[in-house]
T-cell receptor
Framework: DTGVSQNPRHKITKRGQNVTFRCDPI?????LYWYRQTLGQGPEFLTY????????KSRLLSDRFSAERPKGSFSTLEIQRTEQGDSAMYLC?????????????FGEGSRLTVL | RKEVEQDPGPFNVPEGATVAFNCTYS??????FFWYRQDCRKEPKLLMS???SGNEDGRFTAQLNRASQYISLLIRDSKLSDSATYLC????????????FGAGTRLFVKA
């Protein structure tokens, strides 16, 4: 399967714990995006990368959230000291570098439940 | 104010009906526009692009009005399989192709 891959698919954690999600984009896609989605809402922009450079981080994100894409390939999203409000589906997507009109390809998401 | 706003929905329509969804965007740096479809518990997938000249793909027609900052999607002859959430998507011309999604409009097509 050469699509966008996300791991783990499901994560249940206790409040205060740290969690990390991994995204492997489609190999030739230089741009990588992270979104958060809760029930009944559209994907909410978190951050995005061009190669290894993080271009923007949503102002809605607290300092507990950090994302990296160290070699311009896979990316990780870490949430420190999780809170119940962090419970959501975390979606990763990628697209080719040149395409401002190009399709975003999504992974199946990582569902986080904070108890 | 959200950057991309959509009809709240849900829309409940019978098979064969025509249904229209609206979307407005607030950022003048918006340069590219799309409709995505998201099925329950699935990831979003591209439905179609939206151009000022209009874009038609079978039963689906998308329109863009840059002056009014308004996007629409028309579905004709609705099928049961059209039941899904339709997401309005905007790409900003900020150098990085930041991509913003609306909250989505849910459609239920009933027999």
């Amino acid at each position: 399967d050469t699509g966008v891959s996300q791991n783990p698919r499901h994560k249940i954690t206790k409040r205060g714990q740290n969690v990390t999600f991994r995204c492997d984009p489609i190999s030739e896609h230089n741009r990588l995006y992270w979104y958060r989605q809760t029930l009944g809402q559209g994907p909410e922009f978190l951050t995005y990368f061009q190669n290894e450079a993080q271009l923007e981080k949503s102002r809605l994100l607290s300092d507990r959230f950090s994302a990296e894409r160290p070699k311009g390939s896979f990316s990780t999203l870490e949430i420190q000291r999780t809170e119940q409000g962090d419970s959501a589906m975390y979606l990763c997507a990628s697209r080719v570098d040149k395409a401002n009109t190009g399709e975003l390809f999504f992974g199946e998401g990582s569902r986080l439940t904070v108890l | 104010r959200k950057e991309v706003e959509q009809d709240p929905g849900p829309f409940n329509v019978p098979e064969g009906a025509t249904v229209a969804f609206n979307c407005t965007y607030s950022n003048s740096a918006s340069q590219s526009f799309f409709w995505y479809r998201q099925d329950c518990r699935k990831e979003p997938k591209l439905l179609m692009s939206v151009y000022s000249s209009g874009n038609e793909d079978g039963r689906f027609t998308a329109q863009l009005n840059r002056a009014s900052q308004y996007i629409s999607l028309l579905i004709r002859d609705s099928k049961l399989s059209d039941s899904a959430t339709y997401l309005c998507v905007v790409i900003l011309n900020t150098g990085g192709f930041k991509t913003i999604f609306g909250a989505g409009t849910r459609l239920f097509v009933k027999a």
